[in-house]
Structure formats: structure tokens, C-alpha cells
């Protein structure tokens, strides 16, 4: 209600209703900056992020370091399996002499006496009833043999060994051993070329004589010549002892094992 207001004032009337928004204004100036405000709450860890692209390194070698010390020696390993062989080596250096060792047993005697021959035929066709001589000497160093008779005499009692090896050609040959005009043993061959062998080992006593005999005029075929010969050969295997003899003289002729007996085939 106006009081005391002139008469051409009118009196304000109630209030209105809100009026309808007007349209926004022009941006205002930027204004100053303001105090900084006091450290907030920090916030809580964020997600793992995805893994990034691999960088490229432009980089150099540096140089090497310096030597580490040593460190501390590990526990021994298992045993490997066996490698190839390897290569031969070189021969080493010759070791020093060794000393001398003990002296053995006595080992057994060596013959004091040796004895060995071999001689060859000179004339072929030799004749019957007495020794054939093997003239030819191919050894004879003992002189136990002697060619020109053809009889070996034993220089001491022991085991012998006696061979020979005959070409026979153009006629039979029949030839025995003979042992103190004993036959031991006898070949025949064809009178076609070839050739009678034979090898006997007997015990003879010092004196005792050994040679070759054929049987006849007929059947004497023993042959030589410059491309085939025919040889007798003997030699001493082992004396009964080892004792030199007394003596190495043979027994004369007409004594005990002398010359005496008839050369006969039979």
C-alpha cells in the first residue's frame, strides 16, 4: 500500500513469475592465474600398458673389461665316456740302464765237440762193393768226413743225423745207408729222372762209421752234373755228454770198429 507517495507515483505491484532465460553471453576475457591450489590425494595405480615397440640400438662394442678374480673351484664332475684312440706317439728318449739282476740257474751244457758235413758227387755211376766217395766238399770243417773214401766217423758217442739226396738218370739206382757194414735203410728209383732221398737218425758210438753203398753195376744210376748234384750230409744232434773225449785219434784198422768187414749189399 502507497503512503505518503505523490499522486502520479503508482504503487509496486507483487512479484512476477521468473522471466524466461536469455541467451548466453560473449566468452569473457581470459582472467589471471590463480594461487596454486595444495597437493591433492594421490590417486590410485593404473593398468598395466601394452609392451612397446622394440627400440633400435645404434650402439658399439665398449671395451673389455678387466679380469675378474678367480672363483671358488667347483665339485669334481662325473667320469666321461672313453674317447677313441688317439694317435701313436713319438718313441720317448732311452731310459737309463737298469741294474744288474740276479744270476740265473745254470742252464744245460752246450756241446764241447761239433760235428757236421756235406759233400756232393763228382763221378757219376759209382761202383758197387765199397763206399761211395762224395768228393766235392760243400762243408767238412771237422774233418769227420772224408771224401775221398766216403765214410763219416763219429768223433764221440751221441745221437746223429745223416740225409741224402741223389739224382738218378739213365739207369735204376739201389742205394743203402750203411752203419759199420750194417744195412739201415735202402731206396730204389726208376731209371727215369728223378731223384732218391732218405733221412735217418741214430746213436753211434766214437769210431762207429756211416756211408752209402749201391748195389751193383746195374742199378747204380747216381747222377750229377752242372744243373742237378746228388749230396750226402750228416751232423752231430747231441752228444751223451758234454765231457770232452780223452781222445779224438779213430781206432785203427783191425782194432774194435776199425775198418775191418766186407762191403757187400747183403
Request: aromatic letters at 8%.
Amino acid at each position: 500500500m502507497c503512503q505518503c507517495l505523490p499522486p502520479w507515483t503508482r504503487c509496486p505491484g507483487s512479484v512476477g513469475l521468473p522471466g524466461v532465460a536469455g541467451p548466453p553471453g560473449t566468452t569473457g576475457t581470459k582472467g589471471e592465474t590463480g594461487h596454486m591450489g595444495s597437493p591433492g590425494v594421490p590417486g590410485t595405480n593404473g593398468e598395466k600398458g601394452e609392451l612397446g615397440a622394440k627400440g633400435e640400438c645404434n650402439c658399439t662394442n665398449g671395451a673389455d673389461g678387466a679380469d675378474g678374480q678367480q672363483g671358488i673351484r667347483g665339485p669334481k664332475g662325473e667320469q666321461g665316456e672313453l674317447g677313441p684312440k688317439g694317435a701313436v706317439g713319438l718313441n720317448g728318449k732311452k731310459g737309463d740302464q737298469g741294474d744288474l739282476g740276479m744270476t740265473g740257474i745254470p742252464g744245460p751244457c752246450s756241446p764241447a765237440i761239433q760235428s757236421s758235413f756235406t759233400a756232393a758227387l763228382d763221378t757219376i755211376y759209382p761202383l758197387p762193393d765199397k763206399p761211395v766217395p762224395f768228393t766235392q766238399v760243400i762243408t767238412n770243417r771237422q774233418f769227420h768226413f772224408d771224401p775221398i773214401i766216403g765214410i763219416y766217423r763219429a768223433p764221440v758217442n751221441g745221437t746223429y743225423v745223416f740225409s741224402y739226396h741223389l739224382m738218378v738218370f739213365h739207369k735204376v739206382l739201389k742205394v743203402g745207408l750203411f752203419h759199420n757194414f750194417n744195412s739201415i735203410v735202402k731206396t730204389t728209383e726208376p731209371a727215369l729222372l728223378g731223384t732218391a732221398s732218405h733221412q735217418v737218425v741214430l746213436h753211434l758210438v766214437m769210431g762207429d762209421r756211416v756211408w752209402l753203398q749201391v748195389k751193383d753195376n746195374i742199378t747204380n744210376g747216381m747222377y750229377a752234373d752242372n744243373e742237378s748234384r746228388s749230396t750226402f750230409s750228416g751232423f752231430l744232434l747231441y752228444p751223451d755228454s758234454c765231457d770232452l773225449p780223452l781222445f779224438r785219434d779213430f781206432p785203427p784198422a783191425g782194432a774194435p770198429g776199425g775198418d775191418e768187414g766186407n762191403y757187400s749189399w747183403g
